[in-house]
């Protein structure tokens, strides 16, 4: 059974932060990235961020110098510090694990947080 629990999400104006968190429970499954998507209206899924296991990061341009990813692997715990939020970043930010069971490859979203930046 999968469980992804998103917190953090809100309303901000522009140029505010917001931090997300997304604990993932997953029973004999080996995580090997959590990352976060997000999905404006009439927009696209696109990846945020994601992070490996082993600590590599990967951010989608438009968020390069104001986002930052990180992750406590013993927890199974994944952050995502949101500065000088933008209206364009604006949309439902879902967690993303990914990872195995035994040689299994499987990754899952989470239902999402709501993000609004107000101009």
């Known amino acids: 059974q999968v469980q992804l629990a998103e917190s953090g999400g809100g309303l901000v104006q522009a140029g505010g932060s917001l931090r997300l968190s997304c604990a993932a429970s997953i029973e004999n499954f080996n995580i090997n990235a959590m990352g976060w998507y997000r999905q404006a209206p009439g927009k696209q899924r696109e990846l945020v961020a994601v992070m490996a296991s082993g600590g590599s990061t990967n951010y989608a341009d438009s968020v390069k110098g104001r986002f930052t990813i990180s992750r406590d692997n013993a927890k199974n715990t994944v952050y995502l510090q949101m500065n000088g939020l933008k209206p364009e970043d604006a949309g439902v930010y879902s967690c993303?694990?990914?990872?195995?069971?035994?040689?299994?490859?499987?990754?899952?979203w989470g239902q999402g947080t709501q993000v609004t930046v107000s101009s």
């Open positions: 993303y694990v990914r990872g195995y069971y035994n040689i299994l490859a499987r990754q899952y």
